[in-house]
């Protein structure tokens, strides 16, 4: 089994006022929760509003383009990597500051003083986490991007598009660009923020 992604939009207030120990098993708990998921349904796309009934300060996004892995994320930005040296100024300017806290370049995800430390290096148990200030900039930079993805086709043809691979060619690249747009404008639209869990 490979790394798994889960995106939860989330009430920032009401996860700082969970206590501090609590925090990350409910957030567990609304990337899967428990008698509320039906393993025998088609599986749901977009928005889940609440992601548990539970916690109805926070939404899960499943991607319509991704089956849950968190390969086609990291591809994505692999392709980002090809490409970025061959985009025009502007849109290089704006999908590095939106990528970077997504899926590109993603160093820092530990939310300093949100969740206890991890305890196993090697297993981190957050892929990003993006309070609401840094959802308003990322929903700026993607705002000013989308309109200049179309101008990437041609060198991403050239300089990224890779047959086989999660994410082989624009078309795939664009579409889950866009759903990660979706995600922060809906989330920025509400004024929270943005956790992604290994699940």
């Known amino acids: 089994m490979g790394l798994d992604i889960t ?3 989330v009430d920032w ?7 501090f120990e609590e925090r990350y098993a ?11 998921f039906d393993w025998c349904a088609e599986p749901q796309r977009g928005w889940v509003w609440p992601a548990a009934s ?15 892995s968190y390969k086609p994320h990291f591809w994505a930005g692999q392709a980002w990597d090809d490409v970025r040296e061959h985009a025009a100024p502007e849109t290089r300017e704006h999908l590095d500051a939106f990528l970077r806290d997504l899926i590109w370049d993603t160093d820092d995800t ?24 840094t959802v308003s900039a990322l929903a700026g ?20 598009a890779c047959p ?3 994410i082989e060619d624009f078309d795939e690249f664009s579409v889950l660009l866009r759903e990660w747009g ?11 923020g943005l956790v992604g869990l290994p699940l």
Do not use: I, Q
């Not at 979706?182 to 929270?192: I, K, M, N």
């Open 7 to 9: 995106v939860l939009a």
């Open 110 to 133: 530990s939310a300093p003083g949100l969740f206890p430390a991890d305890t196993d290096p090697w297993h981190s148990r957050l892929l990003l986490a993006c309070p609401p200030a």
């Open 182 to 192: 979706v995600v922060v404008t809906e989330t920025e639209r509400r004024g929270w």
């Open 141 to 160: 930079h993607w705002a000013r991007a989308e309109p200049l993805l179309e101008g990437l086709r041609v060198p991403y043809g050239t300089h990224a």
């Open 54 to 68: 539970h916690v109805p300060w926070c939404g899960r996004y499943e991607f319509h383009s991704t089956p849950g």
């Open 26 to 36: 409910l957030l567990e708990d609304a990337s899967l929760p428990e008698g509320e």
């Open 13 to 19: 207030e009401r996860l700082e006022k969970t206590p």
């Open 164 to 166: 086989g691979r999660w």
